[in-house]
């Protein structure tokens, strides 16, 4: 139990797991917390929408015993996080307390508690994402013994067609399938020991979020492409196709890649393909410059003080920390 004095709820208890069941609080506080954020940035006519339903129960399910929330005495949901771990990489996203249970120290409770999980779980990166012309949030993260990192900045491609068709994991027979899905994890291996994505790519063929792009030199797999396809916001259209996780032998490789994505964007009924590109990537980022990519937003890459991340010695790791 804990105690929190705030503007309405005066108490909460927590962290409980969250489910599926709870994918209606959830949204309700993540719009209402993050209007609120943007109202204080000065954005007043700003209103959050609801995020869709399936990618609630991805990051749930991804998530697991990482899923937190905290009620209030009525029950009603105070504030949550989810908290997700891919080997020893950990994050938390998204994470939001109510406006109401603002101010009284349930903010730094529901972060400590995601650090402590992950701890716990064997995690040696811990890290989030935040705005980074919000100052309060960089100024509360910092407070807790999160340090600031590299800007992650969001390329779109156009979508296009390339000269051959991307080969795509959810079109392979069940045990080609499955052979891929170890042959991903051994080059993320290979490239960041520890590192491991295959529970995000099977959830995401489960769920029929989108696919896993898969490239080759001849029998070799040298790259792929974690990808949803699905609307982020409740009720919308498709508009882009998300890369979640981008996994290079080389970053030669990349040019190639960028055009499969393109052509996976075309076919997914989508305008564009994005990628989070992280500082520590700068030759990426040119190279996505120069294919004409445009930079869509920033976020602030955060991590927790000693459980930094570090880039491979060769190659590429791309790895979002949103969803």
Known sequence: MTSLRGWKIRAVDGPHRA?????????EVFSDAFTERYRRDGMVGVRVPALNPVIWRYAIEDAADGAMLWRGERGELAAFNIVHRSGIEGWMGPLAVRPEAQGGGIGKEVVRAGVEWLRASGSRVIGLETMPRTMDNIGFYSALGFVPGRLTLTVSLDAASADRAPLLLGRLPTRDRLDAMAECGALTQQLLPGYDFSREIALTDQLALGDTVLLREGSALVGFALCHSVPLVEGRVREELRVLKLV????????????????????????????????????VYATLIGLRGRVRWTDLRMTFGEYAESRPASGVVLSNWEI
Request: charged share 25%; no cysteine; aromatic share 4%.
């Open 19 to 27: 489910t599926t069941h709870d994918i209606p609080a959830l949204n």
């Open 248 to 283: 290079l032998a080389h970053t030669d490789h990349l040019p190639v890649m960028a055009r499969l994505l393109a052509d996976f964007a075309r076919r997914s009924g989508t305008r564009r393909a994005a990628l989070r590109v992280q500082g520590e990537y700068p030759d």
